[in-house]
């Protein structure tokens, strides 16, 4: 990917989509991006990118368009809504579906799209804006092919897993691992806080530990502040993403017993009205005043 490159798109400016196009910046590539909510985009547009009005408008003249949108409904609109990306016809550039969805509407949008590539995502905000991230795709050889410059300014580390939607298999695999660690994590804490032990000492002997592993390490700091604002993940997506594995598992005929209890307790603490706060917030589903025992 040289700064020769037509414009690159970015839809969708969340955490992750605008680390994105941060980087693309940075990177000296010209960049189009939009958003459902237009201000988001407005400090990229005063770092360079331009503001588009609507999907369609984002994706003229690029060679690849990003999708970060939180989920299928979103991705749905992006894309086959009255402004969307294939509103007037197929999309001439790489496509990549680069938010979390169910991994058979990226098999679905590849049956009608052939420049669709899936990719899950590793790491977060910091990573996004520095070219750290960890990707694995999912989509066409040739595709992958023609996108890997573009993947490679992105991600420290690109791998290409197979057909369409395997980048989502994967994703959904990482953070399956994830939401059944924090809900670990939570769940120790409490009943140290419940059987008389200190909060505090009981996180930092966890966090140093080599029973946590290091995404439990640095959540752990979240946990003792009680601040769950500024989400690095947010708990809505988080249920999302476990109620995707679980119905993936259904799928092949598999039963995920931890699974379906962390999606449980994540979708209970998302109707407590935590679900914009950060995925260490499913704490507050584990016991009746957790609510109002932390600052958040």
């Not at 752990?220 to 476990?242: E, I, V």
């Amino acid at each position: 990917m040289t700064r020769d490159t037509g414009p690159v798109a970015v839809l969708g400016l969340g955490t992750m989509g605008t680390g994105l196009a941060t980087r693309l910046l940075d990177q000296g590539l010209r960049v189009r991006v939009w958003n459902r909510t237009p201000e988001r985009a407005e400090p990229l547009a005063r770092a360079g990118a331009f503001s588009a009005a609507h999907p369609a408008d984002a994706v003229e003249g690029t060679s690849a368009a990003i999708c970060t949108v939180a989920d299928g409904d979103a991705l749905t609109a992006v894309l086959r809504g009255p402004d969307g990306i294939l509103a007037q016809g197929p999309y001439p550039g790489s496509l990549v579906c680069a938010g979390t969805v169910a991994p058979e509407e990226v098999v679905r949008l590849a049956d009608d799209t052939h420049s669709v590539l899936d990719v899950g995502m590793l790491g977060n905000r910091e990573h996004a804006r520095t070219g750290e991230l960890r990707l694995f795709v999912g989509g066409e050889e040739r595709v992958f092919t023609a996108a890997r410059p573009l993947l490679e300014l992105l991600g420290k580390q690109v791998v290409h897993l197979g057909a369409p939607g395997s980048g989502m298999r994967m994703k959904l695999l990482l953070n399956l691992l994830m939401g059944i660690e924090m809900q670990a994590l939570a769940e120790a804490v409490e009943l140290a806080a419940a059987s008389g032990l200190d909060r505090e000492l009981a996180l930092t002997t966890i966090a140093g530990s080599g029973f946590a592993s290091p995404v439990m390490a640095f959540k752990s700091k979240r946990l003792a502040a009680g601040r769950f604002d500024k989400p690095d993940f947010r708990l809505r997506l988080m249920a999302k993403d476990l109620l995707l594995a679980v119905d993936e598992a259904e799928a092949a005929g598999l039963r995920l017993p931890l699974t379906t209890a962390a999606a449980e307790t994540h979708v209970r603490a998302t109707g407590m009205g935590h679900g914009d706060e950060d995925c260490m917030a499913v704490s507050h589903a584990l016991t009746p005043n957790a609510g109002t025992s932390h600052d958040h």
